[in-house]
């Protein structure tokens, strides 16, 4: 009971001053107060849209740096065309002879080179 008659007080003081003249000196505390209730509004508004725009701003910057590394590897079915065959980065070693015989044909054709 007690709390509603507060309530109601308070409600008379808030219409009285409001009505009144800002410079009402009896009223300093109420303008006081409702000056600290907007501005925590419009901060809180502001914070409320400052983190929209950066969690839009992030998206926007995750979706780029996803398209950049996207356009730096080919796609699937390009990369499946240039597949590597590892047989042919590991050839199966040369004969010993076929060596020999390269060796001679570059020391042949040297010689005849020289003449």
């Given at each position: ?10 409600w008379v003081y808030a219409s009285w001053c409001a009505q009144a ?44 740096q996803r398209l950049a590394q996207a356009s730096r590897v080919a ?41």
């Amino acid at each position: 009971m007690e709390t509603i008659r507060q309530l109601k007080a308070l409600w008379v003081y808030a219409s009285w001053c409001a009505q009144a003249p800002a410079s009402a000196p009896a009223c300093d505390s109420f303008w006081t107060w409702v000056a600290v209730a907007a501005v925590t509004a419009f901060a809180l508004i502001g914070l409320y849209i400052v983190g929209k725009m950066a969690k839009n701003f992030r998206a926007v910057r995750a979706e780029r740096q996803r398209l950049a590394q996207a356009s730096r590897v080919a796609d699937p079915d390009t990369m499946s065309r240039y597949r590597v065959d590892p047989e042919k980065f590991h050839p199966a070693p040369p004969q010993e002879e076929g060596i020999k015989r390269r060796i001679r044909q570059a020391l042949d054709e040297r010689k005849l080179e020289r003449r």
